[in-house]
Nanobody
Framework: VQLVESGGGSVQTGGSLRLACIASGLAYTRNCMGWFRQGPGQEREAVAHITRDGSTFYADSVKGRFTLSKDHANNILYLQMDSLKPEDTAMYYC??????????????RGQGTQVTVSS
């Protein structure tokens, strides 16, 4: 299984970014996928994830600002991030695994893409 993220960068407060995660070697439609983040000196935080049936879940801190979507044809998971805040600054990781496993224990993770939001 390989997960490759892209789309990170530096933006000002209120800006937008779209992260992409290309998955290979994964039973794409039978697994859950999502995003985690870890800021400097902070613990890893679950940001959002999507289940096999398309149900989405978001951390309270990003609800209404971040949106998950899937490109099924190309095995890509997107995270649209709008109204970004400095506290969203973190390394963002794509993760995936069986939906039978709790998302904080998923085994497969990408290398991450850095998001920096300046005030």
């Amino acid at each position: 299984v390989q997960l490759v993220e892209s789309g990170g960068g530096s933006v000002q407060t209120g800006g937008s970014l779209r992260l992409a995660c290309i998955a290979s070697g994964l039973a794409y439609t039978r697994n859950c996928m999502g995003w985690f983040r870890q800021g400097p000196g902070q613990e890893r935080e679950a940001v959002a994830h999507i289940t096999r049936d398309g149900s989405t879940f978001y951390a309270d801190s990003v609800k209404g600002r971040f949106t998950l979507s899937k490109d099924h044809a190309n095995n890509i998971l997107y995270l649209q991030m709008d109204s970004l805040k400095p506290e969203d600054t973190a390394m963002y990781y794509c993760a995936a695994d069986s939906c039978l496993i709790a998302h904080d224990r998923w085994r497969f993770r990408g290398q991450g893409t850095q998001v920096t939001v300046s005030s």
